[in-house]
T-cell receptor
Framework: AQSVAQPEDQVNVAEGNPLTVKCTYSVSGNPYLFWYVQYPNRGLQFLLK??????LVKGSYGFEAEFNKSQTSFHLKKPSALVSDSALYFCAVRDGNYGQNFVFGPGTRLSVLP | EAGVAQSPRYKIIEKRQSVAFWCNPI?????LYWYQQILGQGPKLLIQFQNNGVVDDSQLPKDRFSAERLKGVDSTLKIQPAKLEDSAVYLCASSFYGGLAGTVSSYEQYFGPGTRLTVT
């Protein structure tokens, strides 16, 4: 069965600095990987996905993520953080070969300080 | 393009009562998901529909939870009777095509605003 870990409950970064939110995964087959963001009292919003191809994927709001197969990681990054990026971030995985359902990580709360 | 609609947004009930949630997915999306999100945790899939058929309900507590998707569009999720531990946000999501394993398609899910359920 697939699983997702987000090792940091909270990430704090100063506005203008680069940010990284970490995600590692475990699947039997090929991983389909996703990042979602959740703002207070709102549903999750899709940011980006990796299915196949280039290991560096670009998404909404200037975010990008790098797929690293050897380290089974899919870290979310942004070169310059904004205060408005403060939210809850979820990594999710689906096994492209053996599963149909998505598994979400526990979430990482990002706080960007002005 | 209209997003995923859910109602009600908030619901407070007493334990042992019943409650129902409604979801209208994005037009043309064949796959519909119901998730339970307990405070401080990531969403947990309860049930996945492909059109009006159930693809995965392995984590649905079937003794008290039920869901249907008549005509392959709107869906309802019901809890009867509710327990204190059912207090959570219930999220509905849809995607163009959930796909069988191994096929490449548009997997990203679009979520509704959720229904916050409080069981007292």
């Amino acid at each position: 069965a697939q699983s997702v870990a987000q090792p940091e409950d909270q990430v704090n970064v100063a506005e203008g600095n680069p940010l990284t939110v970490k995600c590692t995964y475990s699947v039997s087959g090929n991983p389909y990987l996703f990042w979602y963001v959740q703002y207070p009292n709102r549903g999750l919003q899709f940011l980006l996905k990796y299915i196949t191809g280039d290991n560096l994927v670009k998404g909404s709001y200037g975010f990008e993520a790098e797929f690293n197969k050897s380290q089974t990681s899919f870290h979310l990054k942004k070169p310059s953080a904004l205060v408005s990026d403060s939210a809850l971030y979820f990594c999710a995985v689906r096994d492209g070969n053996y599963g149909q359902n998505f598994v979400f990580g526990p979430g990482t709360r990002l706080s960007v300080l002005p | 393009e209209a997003g995923v609609a859910q109602s009600p947004r908030y619901k407070i009930i007493e334990k042992r009562q019943s409650v129902a949630f409604w979801c209208n997915p994005i037009s043309g999306h064949a796959t519909l998901y119901w998730y339970q999100q307990i405070l401080g945790q990531g969403p947990k899939l309860l049930i996945q529909f492909q059109n009006n058929g159930v693809v995965d309900d392995s984590q649905l507590p079937k003794d008290r939870f039920s869901a249907e998707r008549l005509k392959g569009v709107d869906s309802t999720l019901k809890i009867q009777p509710a327990k204190l531990e059912d207090s959570a946000v219930y999220l509905c999501a849809s995607s163009f095509y959930g796909g069988l394993a191994g096929t490449v398609s548009s997997y990203e899910q679009y979520f509704g605003p959720g229904t916050r359920l409080t069981v007292t």
